[in-house]
């Protein structure tokens, strides 16, 4: 496994990174926020403080998260629940409070890997619905054969439905997960988004309203675009 440790404090990246190579595990270090997106390439998980010297740790995590799905870890001397709520609300994976037991975190670091499906194998790149291929690895959406322009955001909803295999994705989850924040449009936002994405792949029932919970991916059926379900 390689981890990706971004910690700019010299004592704990001495002391941690001699700990995880003798749990088998190769590690590249960075010491700044800027420029961690271009260091993912092979990376397995990232370890990631919140108190960098040039970027707050927490936009570092959603810029991760907008170009890449490996498992972000959180590290950080911020214990308050308000810090972990925001951690994991800009895309971290888990969030562990330092002082901690590098045991425990390793143990957390195999439990990501395991959810995000790494463990046991690659995830699948494409998935394929209703005529409708998207390519999760190259962001890469077609429908019929045709490709379909979507911007950044509006591909993050589909594929974080996607990913969900047909479970239903709660509004908050969606917005959390895509934005990083909430906001009082936020709502109003994502149905402008969905509306956007039904139009776009000219599959109107794809995307269903579970009303009064959020959306899910499905396949058409017969009725009027975007239809409540349940």
């Not at 959180?74 to 609300?89: K, P």
């Not at 957390?108 to 194998?121: D, I, K, L, N, S």
């Not at 490709?147 to 509004?171: I, P």
Request: proline share 4%.
């Amino acid at each position: 496994m390689h981890i990706l440790l971004v910690e700019d404090d010299d004592r704990i990246a001495a002391a941690l990174r001699p700990a995880l190579h003798r749990h088998g595990m190769t590690t590249t270090r960075l010491d700044r926020g800027r420029g961690v997106v271009d260091h993912l390439g092979g990376v397995d998980v990232v370890l990631l403080d919140l108190g960098l010297p040039d970027v707050d740790g927490v936009d570092v995590c959603r810029a991760i998260r907008d170009v890449s799905e490996v498992p972000v870890i959180v590290v950080s001397a911020r214990g308050e629940v308000d810090d972990r709520i925001l951690g994991l609300h800009s895309g971290a994976d888990d969030y562990v409070v330092k002082p901690y037991d590098v045991g425990e975190l390793v143990a957390r670091m195999h439990a990501v890997q395991r959810r995000r499906g790494t463990a046991a194998g690659p995830a699948p790149d494409v998935v394929a619905i209703d005529g409708v291929r998207i390519d999760l690895g190259r962001h890469a959406v077609s429908v019929d054969g045709r490709d379909v322009a979507l911007t950044r955001k509006e591909f993050q909803v589909l594929a974080l439905l996607a990913g969900a295999k047909g479970a239903v994705c709660t509004r908050n989850r969606i917005v959390a997960e895509v934005w990083g924040r909430s906001w009082p449009g936020a709502n109003r936002t994502l149905d402008v988004h969905v509306a956007t994405l039904r139009t776009k792949l000219g599959r109107p029932e794809l995307v269903q309203t579970v009303r009064g919970v959020g959306y899910r991916l499905g396949p058409g059926r017969t009725g009027g675009a975007g239809r409540d379900v349940g």
